[in-house]
């Protein structure tokens, strides 16, 4: 079945760094787009970040834009976030995503097939 694994979250002060990973198996990874989403307690899933399944296009929500890099390994069925200058706002349950090569709408959470369980992102100020 498909599994999509999230590592890489921690506890980390305002202004670190982290690097997320989601490892795929059950699925062609080199076919989906990924993406990343983040759920802080009592808010609403919201879109991160995403990436084309060939790797040539990238989106980012505004507020991550410039601080936050996706990149993907097909080799390795594997997609990454890597997070600089953090915040607190940035405490979340982060998230990875896959959707249709074909979806156009990343941003929108309903518009992906397949979820991982989440990984926890801390920063504190």
């Known amino acids: 079945q498909v599994q999509l694994v999230e590592s890489g979250g921690g506890l980390v002060q305002a202004g670190g760094s982290l690097r997320l990973s989601c490892a795929a198996s059950?699925?062609?990874?080199?076919?989906?787009?990924m993406g990343w989403f983040r759920q802080a307690p009592g808010k609403e899933r919201e879109f991160v970040a995403a990436i084309s399944w060939g790797g040539a296009r990238t989106s980012y929500a505004d507020n991550v834009k410039g601080r936050f890099t996706i990149s993907r390994d097909n080799a390795k069925n594997t997609v990454y976030l890597q997070m600089n200058n953090l915040k607190p706002e940035d405490t979340a349950v982060y998230y990875c995503?896959?959707?249709?090569?074909?979806?156009?709408?990343?941003?929108?959470?309903?518009?992906?097939?397949?979820w991982g369980q989440g990984t926890q992102v801390t920063v504190s100020s």
């Open positions: 995503a896959a959707a249709n090569k074909y979806e156009t709408r990343w941003s929108s959470s309903g518009n992906y097939d397949y």
């Open positions: 059950g699925l062609t990874f080199s076919t989906k787009n």
